[in-house]
């Protein structure tokens, strides 16, 4: 599996209070997503990138933003933290490309209060 | 957006039972990837499968494009098979899009 590795992975917050989760990667890999999940949903897109500094929203972007200053690297921010942001965020990394096989970080808990 | 739909949503198999999972999509993909999620959160990846037929011990999948759809088969249950079986397919715009998942339980 790619070297995929998220900081925190558990994190409680207050409602309005801003948010940065960090994704880090050590394969090299030139695309990078973030997903959300939740229960009854499965997986939901936020944001991916497909390059450093090129990124684009994906099916739930409202209310987060990325950056990608660096490969390794793609930082996922809840500009002011809601309740309903509470989830598990999934960090993932994609080889190849027109083909891409996804990797999965371990994933991060947030809890909004 | 393309739909991708997992049946059936749950599943309780006796140890040793046999069963199939099946998802649909609602339009030509790139790619096809089936991920086991553990009990523990970890999202492990079984198959990449665009097109055609793999296998992993007792673990296949077939993906028949050209109709939409991919089977994933598990043969000889084992508890340690338990957990959420997500499909997930590539349209060519780099996004990677899930079904909701097929949870499974088997009972030792």
């Known amino acids: 599996d790619a070297g995929i590795t998220q900081s925190p992975r558990h994190k409680v917050t207050e409602t309005g209070t801003p948010v940065t989760l960090r994704c880090h990667q050590t394969e090299n890999h030139r695309y990078m997503y973030w997903y959300r999940q939740d229960p009854g949903h499965g997986l939901r897109l936020i944001h991916y990138s497909y390059g450093v500094k090129d990124t684009d929203k994906g099916e739930v972007s409202d209310g987060y933003s990325v950056s990608r200053s660096k490969t390794e690297d793609f930082l996922l921010t809840l500009e002011s933290a809601t309740s309903s942001q509470t989830s598990v965020y999934f960090c993932?990394?994609?080889?190849?490309?027109?083909?891409?096989?996804?990797?999965f970080g371990q994933g991060t808990r947030l809890t909004v209060v | 957006g393309i739909q991708v739909e997992q049946s059936p949503p749950d599943l309780i198999l006796q140890e040793g039972a046999n069963s199939t999972l099946r998802c649909n999509f609602s339009d030509s993909v790139n790619n096809l990837q089936w991920f086991h999620q553990n009990p523990w959160g970890q999202l492990i990846n079984l198959f990449y499968i665009p097109s055609g037929t793999k296998q992993n011990g007792r673990l296949s999948a077939t993906t028949v494009a050209t109709e939409r759809y991919s089977l994933l088969y598990i043969s000889s249950s084992q508890t340690t098979d338990s957990g959420v079986y997500f499909c997930a397919v590539d349209t060519g715009g780099f996004k990677t899009i899930f079904g909701a998942g097929t949870r499974l339980f088997v009972k030792a």
């Open positions: 993932a990394t994609g080889s190849g490309t027109t083909n891409t096989e996804a990797f």
